[in-house]
Nanobody
Framework: QLVESGGGLVQAGGSLRLSCVAS????????MGWFRQAPEKEREFVAV????????RYTDAVKGRFTISRDNAKNTVNLQMNSLKIEDTAVYYC???????????????WGQGTQVTVSS
């Protein structure tokens, strides 16, 4: 089970840190990713990190602003979001996959999501 936390309301230009804790499984092996879904839009890839943490990928829209990291000892994956923009408003989901991918179909475990709202 994956459980996200850290969402909330923040002004544009602010920061939030999302966390995803895995219970009942270890994170040492699977790739972990963050996706987001804005109202009336499809779920989109945000960032992914390999099991070792050595490989990371980001969607162009968040490069230089978001940082994905993981602590396998704590079974936790984080998404540090800086310089937030109104268009970052969405429900953010963490997910686990057996391979590094930006495709949602590659991820077989999903959290319930946490709302991030960026205001002007």
């Amino acid at each position: 089970q994956l459980v996200e936390s850290g969402g909330g309301l923040v002004q544009a230009g602010g920061s939030l840190r999302l966390s995803c804790v895995a219970s009942g499984r270890t994170l040492s092996t699977p790739t972990m990713g963050w996706f987001r879904q804005a109202p009336e839009k499809e779920r989109e890839f945000v960032a992914v990190i390999s099991g070792t943490g050595r490989t990371t990928r980001y969607t162009d829209a968040v490069k230089g602003r978001f940082t994905i990291s993981r602590d396998n000892a704590k079974n936790t994956v984080n998404l540090q979001m800086n310089s937030l923009k109104i268009e970052d408003t969405a429900v953010y989901y963490c997910a686990a996959a057996p391979v590094v991918s930006s495709r949602a179909s590659a991820f077989d475990s999903w959290g319930q999501g946490t709302q991030v709202t960026v205001s002007s």
